[in-house]
């Protein structure tokens, strides 16, 4: 059901906030001779074996000097590849490598090799933040104005590294990494409104997380209370997958995840339903379906302390590849593992200050009832 309230409030500007600009990429430069022009069309880049088609892309670089972190547009997408942080492997995986310490996005003190869905696909008169390039749930009051309701990303990979050293180990984002989240779009407009809508957060985000000296890490996926960022009961709650969650320091034996070894993850928001599916071999399939319209939790009780419309007004957009969690940033707050690194790339590989994730599997498809 629309909410009425809603829709006398929120005007069609709302959700058409001002656009987010594209940084040009100048990851391709001039080649000297017409032998490694030719050495280049002959290597395989990710979009040689994966659609990305609607995909661009955030790099931790910065090669224009614009002090800014690298957008590559889905355009450039189809050609593009980085040697240490967005390449092919030998087996064919779309690798994705984020160091601790490198330019970041401007809302996070954390690094990113991601990409970041893009229903417009290379359609840049709808911008970024558009109605027609995101999507809304159901229960949107302007949800038929959106470039879809619902979405559904599946994806394969396996984490080949997380970092090592942290000075604040056992805060919780320590020795993890980001492998796939649906963020909600930061929309001021929307804020101004007054409705609790237009924060920026994420109702999932799924983590891999291990500690150093650990056989296995763990597996598990966090919904962000739908509230502004100065609330205190803004937070994410945890909810486990395979061995432990964020904040627990137990070795997960068995029942965890090594490095190296491949799982899945179905991400499916039907209607204003998120489902979500995890397989791997050797562990069981593991479900959730929560309502992203309301404040019942995922283990069907009501959270008192969220949105009781949960994310219903804002536009959402999947995103994937490896948003290293540990941050090098040392401050009060959870989110600050104070990790090491130099900013030099090849002394953060050789320190193990770094994370890296394979994707052998990664789509964007419509939304398919459950």
């Not at 970041?104 to 390039?133: D, P």
């Not at 763990?218 to 937070?235: G, H, I, M, Q």
């Amino acid at each position: 059901m629309k909410h009425t309230l809603l829709k006398q409030v929120i005007s069609y500007g709302a959700i058409l906030p001002i656009s987010i600009s594209l940084l040009a990429s100048c990851a391709s430069t001039d080649v000297a001779s017409s032998d490694a022009e030719k050495s280049k069309t002959a290597q395989s880049i990710p979009a040689d074996k994966f659609d990305l088609s609607h995909w661009k892309m955030n790099v931790p670089v910065d090669l224009n000097n614009d002090k800014k972190i690298d957008t590559i547009t889905v355009k450039e997408m189809q050609t593009y590849s980085h040697p240490d942080f967005f390449y092919l492997d030998e087996n064919g995986g779309m690798v994705f490598t984020a160091p601790n310490k490198a330019i970041t996005s401007a809302n996070s003190s954390n690094t990113r090799s991601e990409l970041r869905q893009m229903l417009r696909g290379s359609n840049t008169k709808i911008k970024t933040s558009y109605a027609g390039n995101n999507f809304a749930i159901e229960a949107h009051p302007l949800s038929e104005r959106f470039g879809a309701v619902g979405g559904k990303m599946e994806a394969t990979l396996k984490v080949d590294h997380v970092a090592l050293r942290a000075m604040n180990p056992l805060k919780p984002p320590a020795f993890s990494v980001v492998v796939g989240q649906i963020h909600a779009g930061k929309d001021k407009a929307l804020v101004a409104k007054n409705l609790g809508f237009g924060w920026g957060n994420e109702p999932i985000k799924i983590y891999y997380k291990k500690f150093p000296g650990h056989e296995n890490g763990s597996v598990f996926w966090t919904y962000e209370r739908n509230l502004p960022k100065d609330d205190a009961n803004r937070t994410d709650i945890a909810y486990p997958v395979w061995g432990n969650t964020w904040r627990n320091a137990d070795e997960p034996g068995s029942a965890g995840v090594a490095l190296g070894e491949e799982f899945s993850y179905t991400i499916n928001v039907d209607g204003n339903i998120m489902h979500l599916t995890f397989t791997a071999k050797d562990k069981p399939t593991v479900n959730y379906s929560i309502n992203l319209a309301n404040n019942v939790d995922a283990y069907g009780e009501v959270d008192t302390k969220d949105h009781p419309l949960g994310y219903t007004a804002d536009w959402l957009y999947f995103k994937a590849g490896a948003y290293n969690q540990c941050s090098t940033k040392d401050a009060p707050g959870m989110w600050y593992a104070a990790c090491l690194g130099t900013g030099d790339w090849k002394t953060d590989k050789n320190n193990g200050d770094y994370t890296q994730v394979t994707f052998s599997k990664l789509e964007l498809s419509d939304s398919v009832k459950q």
